[in-house]
Structures are given as structure tokens and as C-alpha cells.
């Protein structure tokens, strides 16, 4: 298993994530169901940590609209998955 850093994200014109990203990674982009197969399975965890903050696991929400990405909310919006950069 593997702990990937997330910088940036690839969203639809509705804001939607489609990907996870970190242009420094081979792995990158990740495609939002394969982050989530990731996730799920226990292969790799995805997390957010911009500078000066503490690290901010990525998880899977399924609240009946079918399963999506986000980081838990902690009063930083810079960790926000909407927030970051689009790749």
C-alpha cells in the first residue's frame, strides 16, 4: 500500500471530481473510480496536505447518488478537493 499525496484535481463543469493528481507521480492522474477502487480495496490511500497544515485523508462517501471523493471537514478549506488546483 501506498500513501499518495494529492495536489490537484480534475473536475467537470459542474465542479464534480474526475481525478486525483500530482504531476510529480507516475501514478497521476488517477481516475476518480480508480481512487475509489483503491480506496476501497486497501491498495492505496489518498490524502491532501498543503504547507503548514496536518494531512487530510481522502475518503469514499456514499450517500445514495452513487459513491465520490472528499476530504472530512475541518474548518481549513484549503484541503477541500473542490479548492485545489485542476490538472
Known amino acids: 500500500m501506498a500513501d499518495r499525496r494529492v495536489t ?4 467537470d463543469k459542474d465542479g464534480d471530481i474526475l481525478a486525483l493528481c500530482n504531476p510529480d507521480q507516475y501514478w497521476s492522474p488517477r481516475s476518480k473510480a480508480s481512487a475509489i ?3 476501497d480495496d486497501g491498495d492505496h490511500t489518498y490524502y491532501v496536505q498543503q504547507p503548514g497544515t496536518d494531512r487530510t485523508d481522502i475518503h469514499v462517501v456514499d450517500d445514495g447518488d452513487g459513491p465520490y471523493l472528499r476530504t472530512d471537514p ?3 478549506a484549503r484541503n477541500n478537493l473542490d479548492n485545489l488546483p485542476d490538472c
Do not use: E, L
Not at 490537484?8 to 473536475?11: E, I, M, N, S
Open 74 to 76: 475541518d474548518g481549513d
Open 37 to 39: 477502487a483503491d480506496i
Open 8 to 11: 490537484q484535481t480534475k473536475k
